[in-house]
């Protein structure tokens, strides 16, 4: 004992003291974390794989318009040609892409809704027979899912910004149908129509049809969200998450309910019921009118 | 005027004696159930009016029967399950009750709607013919003013019926109505309280929907039925105009007797007007509330359009730029006001001046009962389709905004082209109506002269090649010859130097100028009796008269 109690007085044993201590926390750490660190590298390996694919996605379709770097482009008066899309966010990038409404083809008053370029067209058919057909079509679309997921990403490692909503938030079947017509009648009809049929704008721009059944509720979040285009936007401050949520339950189900009182005369109101009234109308009771005044054949004159 | 009908079979005598036995009223029914009606198929055009009003009446009544007009706030919970919970008035509720839990309700609402827009245009359609064909000179002007009165208190009664539902369409067209309104100088807002009993849309006590409901089911269906009796007892005494045919003239109708033969075409035509209805009724959708929505003052719809026949008015004011004068502490809004009272104001009171300005510009005071073709009159005709050109264009600016969506077109594209083309449009379209007529009267003035081509082709003994013309057929050269040629312009002054009577001062100078106007290019159509000879109809006494036109 008298050995160690005269070590312990040695000047230099407070620093063997700490050094020992650094040296078991050391091999501790060392003996429990080799695993994880090996998992996290492959994981780094992966995420680094997909953001480059989402990278060279953006290089080959986005870049000639938005930048290297996603900084935007502007014309030699200083006129924006494309909107930088730092902090944009995932949701943004989903919207445009998904909805074919980027890459745009030609720049015009407004980008139209179109079927997505091939590499990013998630709506592909899949229920083939043949099993080998139905595979390639699977690959395919899986393909495109993880292409538009890796450009999102991309996109959003540049600056953030909202991301794309779940599936939960976006179940039509969730939301309160009633209140979402009543928000929507506020603050979406006035552009959209009564039950989104769409409605045109000012200078050639327009809001696009809500009513076909290829407008996803997530795109029609993502756009409430973003704001794409001429809509504004409709942050969770001004429509919460619920307040969306029964707005897309409101389009859904209204797209989706049949028409009781026969053909809607694509439910925009009263200039295609006048239209109606006159060409149908008008039209079989004048055939009418000739048919009942014709001038009888000769042989029957004699009635 | 007289009238021939072949003497009645013995069923036909049978049964009116029955009815003169009982009633004893033979010299009234001997003379009024054979009354001869021509037979044309433009003259049902306002049979369609009347019946398509007698199934609003029926139709309606059914709709009263569960209909509550009261702006009464409920909480709705019935059947359209995408409105549970949703505060409305109770009128919308009552209409949604009557669309989605009455039996027939529904149909029953489509069918009045669907009626009331035949109804609408019908009359249209009907007055076009009236117009166009001249039957509304003498003696006829009154009914005349009638059916515009009727089809002026149609475009109230139909605002009014489809503002009772209080849903977010026919709210914002009450609340253009309010500002309108509200723009007459004056009393504007005078007349909005009184009307609305209070600020739209509530009232100070939700009045406004009770009264709409007693003007659309009362008092202007009175009134409509009221002059739909007069409008057709004149018609009765003053005799149908006939289509210029042969055994026409002005002193006899020709045609068939209204007992039994005109009756049973008029009782296929109403059943023929209530199966076109129930067609539209049951295949095609018309006013889904429901999807509208209730009234809301927070609210709006693209698209919001009124029915088809205030789209003059709602395309007016939507061309109409942004005018308005402010003097002393009072803002007088032209641009509600110009679109509000203008066009339609030309239109409806052009029309109804027109029988009395014609009469005076052509100074033909005589009673007219054969209808004349409109190639006939093409100063005339030519005004029609300027006026139908003005409508159809503010018509078709009611709507611009489908247009530009359906189309493609940009938005602000349309409105700077109806603005441009509701001044530009009536102009052309008067010049080649005009230039149209006068080429068909000068076409039957060929075939008159030498009838008509036979498509056979001779050779004549020298080589030369020529189309056999025959005579046109008797039956079409009575309506080609019905034409009234214009009368050589009397001199404005007799031999002794006297002005004729009716040209003295600036009026009858006026008066001179617009007969000189209405006539100097009429291209005489007559038979002189000789066929198949080629001569150029235009002949040396026009040309002067054809180049004044083209240098104009």
Known sequence: ?303 | MSQTAPAAPKAIEGSLNFLDDRLGSTTFFKRNARKVFPDHWSFMLGEIALYSFVILLLTGTFLTLWFKPSMHEVIYNGSYTKLNGVKMSEAYASALHISFDVRGGLLMRQLHHWAAILFMASIMAHMLRVFFTGAYRKPRELNWLIGIGMFTLGMVEGLFGYSLPDDLLSGTGLRITQGVLEAIPLVGTYGYMFLFGGEFPEGDNGDLIPRLFTLHVLLIPGIILALVTAHMMIMWHQKHTAMPTRNQTEQQVYGYPFYPVFMAKTGAYFLFTFGVLALLSTLTQINPIWLFGPYDPGAISAGSQPDFYMGVLEGSLRIMPNWEITAAGHTLSLNVLIPALLPLGLVFGGAAAWPFIERWVTGDNRSHHVNERPRNAPVRTGVGMAAVTFYGLLWLAGANDLLAERFHVSLFATTWFFRFAIFIGPVLAYIVTKRICLGLQRKDAAVIDHGVESGIIVMSPEGKFSERHTPVKEDDKIVILSKENAKPEAPAVDASGVPAPGTKGPMGFLRSRLQRAWTFDDIPVEDKGHHGEHHEVEGAEHSGAEQKELSR
Request: net charge positive.
């Open chain 1, 1 to 303: 004992m008298k050995r160690f109690t005269a070590w312990r007085r040695r000047p230099w044993a407070g620093y063997a003291v700490v050094l020992a201590a650094l040296a078991a926390i050391g091999v501790l750490y060392a003996g429990f974390t080799p695993q994880n660190d090996r998992a996290e590298a492959a994981g780094n390996a992966q995420a680094a794989e997909d953001l480059q694919n989402g990278r060279q996605l953006y290089n080959k379709n986005c870049a000639s318009c938005h930048g290297q770097n996603g900084e935007g482009t502007k014309d030699a008066n200083g006129k924006a040609i494309a909107p930088s899309l730092l902090g944009v966010g995932a949701a943004s990038v989903d919207f445009q892409v998904s909805t074919g409404r980027m890459p745009a083809m030609n720049p015009g008053a407004q980008m139209p809704r179109k079927r997505p370029i091939p590499e990013f067209n998630v709506d592909v058919k899949t229920d083939y027979e043949e099993p080998e057909k139905r595979e390639a079509a699977e690959k395919q679309k899986a393909q495109a899912e993880k292409n538009l997921a890796d450009l999102r990403a991309y996109i959003a490692s540049l600056g953030g910004g909202p991301s794309v909503p779940t599936a939960e938030q976006t179940d039509p079947d969730k939301g309160n149908a009633a209140a979402g017509g009543k928000l929507f009648r506020t603050n979406c009809a006035q552009c959209h129509n009564f039950v989104g049929s769409g409605g045109a704008l000012t200078g050639g721009k327009y809001a696009p049809p809500l009513d076909t059944s290829d407008v996803t509720p997530t795109q029609i979040y993502e756009a409430m969200l973003t704001g794409p285009q001429a809509m504004p936007v409709f942050n969770d401050t001004t429509l919460t998450p619920e307040n969306k949520r029964d707005i897309i339950a409101y389009l859904v189900k209204t797209r989706e309910e049949p028409n009781p009182g026969g053909n809607g005369l694509g439910r925009v109101g009263p200039v295609s019921e006048g239209l109606a009234g006159w060409l149908i109308g008008l039209s079989l009771l004048v055939l009418a009118a000739m048919w009942i005044t014709a001038k009888k054949p000769k042989k029957l004159k004699k009635s």
